[in-house]
């Protein structure tokens, strides 16, 4: 087997850097995701190679070659090559694992390329692939476990979680995405046998490895399985349960057939309609409107918004992600009835995640997104405290309030138009 051509093997610049680390004498491979995703056929973006020269000699040869080289790894022998269009290729020295701690790992150079797949964590993820002959270098039987959609740890999964406590978490990632069937036994033994060892790690680390799972297509299958192994139990106890997430992704998937069906007609559709619908499409197209992992986050836990927040806290997500993840929680009855109110006080965001979360039946929640969708609220209540001056109220704290008092009777009138809320600021001044 040989690699396949793809368009990421072409692109500018790419030949220029082979050519400048030595490709024709073999000392530059392709490594990881890239091959392992062509075999698969997946589209690739993110490129890595490996060589057996120093970081300072790789920089030097980059540079030689006319791209330019950013030490973004440097301590790990990782230097960025920055190809034409901005395109870039992580070129990372051969190493061997020193010592390790479950967290980081000491390393040294080498030349001995079996040796460094040998520290990578799955059998899947150590391939490499020679970038001018496409020759497949496979030391640990990852060609068989891609055909078998098999997630396994090279050598001893106990050892290899040991070397890395994070491999845990990554282990069920793997094969949400690339698994079928049940994980490998011994892997999964061992990944529940030392699930403790997941409190040793930072917290962002377990944050950006739980959103990256939650942003693939389907993971509740997985992420039901690690709850029954105990895997959260020890850094995420809240997380109880993955039926609300099955449910979510089950709304999502229906609610995107119905978007393609509304934004594909042929009738014209102009001004905010067209624009949220198409917004909407273009979002689906990255994962963010069936996909999104702080909404399906929100779906593992409790609905109680402090509740996320302090969960959130604990991770160190950013202020947005925490404020949302305590609206998505809130989950209150009767967020249906007023879709565009809801979107209005939190957000098109907030408010398909609201909706989509919420526990009331299927119907109800495709018909609540499609109106919101198809006609979102205005931004803004189209008067200000000036114009109440200016209508002869006094200026003054109490001017807030009245236009509080005002943005409330425009929405409980479902936003009408700017002449009619002038109508209302006359009617509350009187």
């Given at each position: 087997m040989t690699l396949p051509d793809a368009p990421w093997r072409q692109w500018p610049g790419m030949e220029a850097l082979l050519a400048a680390l030595d490709a024709a004498e073999g000392k530059v491979r392709y490594v990881g995701g890239a091959v392992r995703d062509t075999l698969l056929k997946i589209d690739v973006q993110d490129v890595d190679c490996a060589t057996v020269f120093p970081p300072e000699e790789t920089a030097r040869r980059i540079e030689q070659a006319g791209l330019k080289a950013?030490?973004?790894?440097?301590?790990?022998?990782?230097?960025?090559?920055?190809?034409?269009?901005?395109?870039?290729?992580e070129v990372t020295t051969l190493r061997r694992d020193v010592a390790t701690d479950g967290r980081h790992a000491e390393v040294e150079y080498s030349e001995d390329w079996r040796e460094d797949a040998a520290r990578r964590d799955f059998t899947i993820n150590a391939l490499s692939a020679d970038p001018l002959t496409g020759e497949i270098f496979d030391y640990f039987g990852g060609k068989p476990d891609l055909e078998a959609h098999r997630v396994r740890f090279i050598g001893d999964p106990a050892e290899r979680i040991a070397e890395d406590h994070l491999r845990i978490l990554r282990f069920f990632r793997f094969h949400a995405?690339?698994?079928?069937?049940?994980?490998?036994?011994?892997?999964?033994?061992?990944?529940?046998?030392?699930?403790?060892?997941l409190m040793a790690l930072s917290r962002e680390r377990i944050a950006d490895e739980l959103l990256k799972t939650l942003a693939l297509p389907d993971p509740s299958e997985t992420v039901a399985l690690m709850i029954d192994q105990g895997i959260f139990a020890p850094v995420l106890p809240e997380i109880a349960s993955a039926d609300a997430l099955a449910r979510l992704i089950r709304r999502e998937e229906k609610f995107?057939?119905?978007?393609?069906?509304?934004?594909?007609?042929?009738?014209?559709?102009?001004?905010?309609?067209?624009?949220?619908?198409?917004?909407?499409?273009?979002?689906?197209?990255?994962?963010?409107?069936?996909?999104?992992?702080?909404?399906?986050?929100?779906?593992?836990?409790?609905?109680?918004?402090?509740?996320?927040?302090?969960?959130?806290?604990?991770?160190?997500?950013?202020?947005?992600?925490?404020?949302?993840?305590?609206?998505?929680?809130?989950?209150?009855?009767?967020?249906?009835?007023?879709?565009?109110?809801l979107a209005y006080r939190h957000s098109m965001d907030g408010a398909i995640d609201r909706l989509l979360l919420c526990p009331t039946n299927d119907t109800v929640t495709g018909n609540a997104l499609a109106d919101l969708v198809s006609s979102p609220p205005p931004t803004m209540l189209p008067i200000k405290g000036g114009e109440l001056i200016e209508m002869g109220m006094e200026a003054g704290p109490a001017v807030a309030a009245k236009?509080?008092?005002?943005?409330?009777?425009?929405?409980?009138?479902?936003?009408?138009?700017?002449?009619?809320?002038?109508?209302?600021?006359a009617e509350l001044l009187a």
């Open positions: 950013v030490p973004t790894g440097i301590k790990h022998g990782t230097i960025t090559a920055i190809l034409p269009e901005k395109r870039t290729i995405r690339f698994g079928s069937g049940a994980p490998d036994a011994e892997g999964l033994a061992a990944a529940a046998k030392h699930a403790n060892s995107q057939e119905r978007l393609n069906t509304t934004s594909a007609r042929p009738e014209p559709v102009e001004g905010r309609v067209h624009h949220a619908l198409r917004q909407a499409q273009d979002e689906r197209k990255g994962g963010v409107i069936a996909a999104d992992p702080i909404r399906r986050f929100a779906a593992l836990l409790p609905p109680e918004p402090d509740t996320a927040r302090a969960i959130a806290t604990r991770l160190k997500l950013s202020r947005a992600q925490r404020t949302r993840l305590a609206t998505a929680t809130a989950r209150i009855p009767g967020d249906t009835a007023e879709p565009r109110a236009l509080h008092e005002i943005e409330e009777a425009w929405i409980a009138e479902d936003f009408p138009d700017e002449a009619r809320v002038r109508e209302i600021a």
